[in-house]
């Protein structure tokens, strides 16, 4: 299949910070790619890179065959503003020719609109619209120049039950019709709703890069603590790690571990169960091959 | 390239007359200190009043260079549409004309009170090809302002922009004898007077109006503010750009 965008080895600094740390990845044609990970994992320097807005520090960025740099390039995507920064004064209508005006091939004012439930919108002026329909407006606008691939950063975040799921129509029409999508959320449940693929972003790493299926197992698992000296071999044990005395086990199924460590007649104190955080799983797995217990 | 240009142009046109406050403020103020001061003591004089006419012209385009576009630059640079527009297939040109062309347009629009006023309340004249070349000659002496305003809108937040714009504004109209002609004013600002580039800036439109010889130590600190002007204007835009884009 097509790469339509790829990063290779891409490493970004922001003076002391490193966002990201030598992350590779490809956005082959037709996928919708979900990427996940927690406020300052990474992904919006991710987003960012891919659509010219920054430059890697080390490693390279490629989209659709060239530079984001360029704008020539950059006819071929579509990105979302962030509706705080809409431009109040201007017409529905008018911030939609604005955008497509930059394009080779627009899309039907009207039919773009209707897509997202915005078509009776066009004479309002930004200033006067609810936060939902600016939200859909602005991911709109990611579609008035009929782009190949689409740059989504948290399309739907605070949004009522209602709005998002006209905004994810919007999306998956495109999508169905051979449309490339990048999405960011921090949410898996939007992910779920509309990507297949998930990538799983955290401290500026690619920490999982899979079906949403296989990642949404790995974030049920459970973070199983206790104080022991020595663990026996202990069944679904997916990571491991040991401080201050106290063993943390990742598993997806508490209870036939704790069944199998009582079991075992190892002795053991404060044993705690809670849900593992997205972030806390991957990298828990992540890390499993070096921990050692 | 050029229906870019004119989709920016056209979009930021309809940001101004929106929300007219950089338009009123420019064409306000002129046409007050017309009224105030030009029509009740000069008013009588036709060249007297023409100079004056010209002089209050280019009090409002200057407001407009100086601290309209500084103020708005400054503002755009803190919204998040700034970095969203560089997501879109275009160089920074087409916005970059379309600032300048609407901030020209904002120039001539303030232009209109103080004539008006001019041709009912005063004895000044002017044929008309003088006056398109005096309106030519308030374009190309309001450039170095624009740069001036361009500079401090790329170097500082809007709220320093706003403020520092007035203060550089109201000093510089001052001494360039745009408030109170030259001769009138005390000797040591008379002979300040030609060093700044609002004096030049007038002497060109003085004289596209009625005809006068301009001052030429005016002139050459004209250009010399321009060239300064626009080495200043470059250097805040790529720090602004390495801050924000690199």
Redesign the interface.
């Known amino acids: 299949m097509t790469v339509l965008a790829r990063a290779t080895e891409v490493s970004r600094r922001y003076g002391d910070v490193l966002a990201l740390d030598r992350v590779s990845l490809d956005i082959r044609a037709g996928e919708l790619v979900g990427l996940l990970g927690p406020n300052g994992a990474g992904k919006s320097t991710l987003i960012n890179l891919f659509?010219?807005?920054?430059?890697p520090t080390s490693g390279t960025v490629e989209l659709l065959g060239g530079s984001p740099q360029d704008?020539?390039?950059?006819?071929g995507?579509g990105?979302?503003?962030?509706e705080?920064?809409?431009?109040?004064?201007?017409r529905v209508g008018?911030i939609v020719?604005?955008?497509s005006?930059?394009?080779p091939h627009r899309a039907d004012k009207g039919e773009l609109l209707e897509r997202f439930g915005l078509q009776d919108l066009v004479k309002r002026?930004i200033g006067g619209l609810s936060g939902g329909q600016r939200r859909r407006l602005a991911v709109a606008l990611a579609f008035a120049?009929e782009p190949r691939v689409v740059f989504l950063d948290e399309p739907t975040t605070g949004l009522d039950v209602e709005a998002r799921r006209a905004l994810w129509d919007g999306v998956r029409s495109f999508h169905e019709q051979g449309g490339t999508i990048v999405l960011t959320s921090h949410y898996l449940e939007e992910i779920e709703a509309l990507a297949r693929r998930v990538i799983v972003v955290g401290h500026g790493r690619v920490l999982a890069d899979d079906t949403v299926t296989a990642i949404r197992d790995v974030v049920g698992t459970r973070r199983v603590s206790l104080t022991a000296a020595e663990l026996p071999e202990l069944p679904g044990v997916l990571g491991s790690e040991r401080e201050d005395g106290r063993v943390h086990l990742l598993t997806a199924d508490p209870d036939r571990l704790v069944v199998e460590l009582v079991r075992s007649g190892t002795p053991f104190s404060g044993l705690e169960i809670r849900p593992t955080s997205l972030e806390e799983a991957f990298l828990a797995i992540t890390s499993k091959e070096t921990a050692d217990v | 390239m050029s229906s870019l240009v004119l989709a920016h142009t056209r979009y930021q046109l309809l940001e101004q007359i929106r929300v007219p406050l950089g338009l009123v403020a420019s064409a306000f103020f002129p046409a007050a200190s017309m009224l105030a001061f030009v029509v009740p003591f000069g008013g009588d004089d036709p060249v007297g009043a023409t100079r004056a006419t010209g002089s209050m012209m280019m009090i409002g385009a200057m407001s407009a260079a100086v601290m309209g576009l500084s103020i708005s630059v400054a503002q755009d640079r803190e919204q998040p549409w700034n970095p969203y527009l560089r997501t879109l297939p275009a160089g920074p040109f087409p916005r970059f004309a379309g600032r300048i062309l609407t901030t020209m347009a904002v120039m001539l629009a303030a232009t209109v009170p103080v004539l008006v006023i001019a041709a009912l309340l005063t004895k000044a004249s002017v044929t008309a090809p003088r006056l398109a070349l005096g309106l030519a000659a308030l374009l190309a002496g309001a450039l170095p302002f624009m740069l001036i305003g361009l500079f401090l809108g790329f170097l500082l937040p809007s709220k320093a922009a706003i403020g520092v714009s007035q203060v550089v504004f109201f000093p510089i109209a001052i001494v360039g004898g745009l408030f109170m002609p030259p001769q009138f004013m005390p000797e040591f600002l008379q002979a300040l007077s030609p060093y700044v580039p609002s004096r030049g800036a007038a002497e060109l439109v003085w004289s596209a109006a009625t005809g006068s010889t301009p001052n030429i130590t005016g002139i050459v600190m004209l250009v010399v503010w321009t060239v300064a002007a626009a080495l200043a204007a470059a250097w805040a835009y790529r720090r602004d750009e390495g801050r924000r884009f690199s």
């Not at chain 1, 705080?84 to 201007?90: D, N, R």
């Open positions: 659509v010219g807005l920054r430059r704008p020539l390039v950059r006819q995507i990105v979302t503003p962030q705080t920064g809409l431009p109040e004064a201007l008018e020719d604005f955008v005006a930059h394009y002026q120049g």
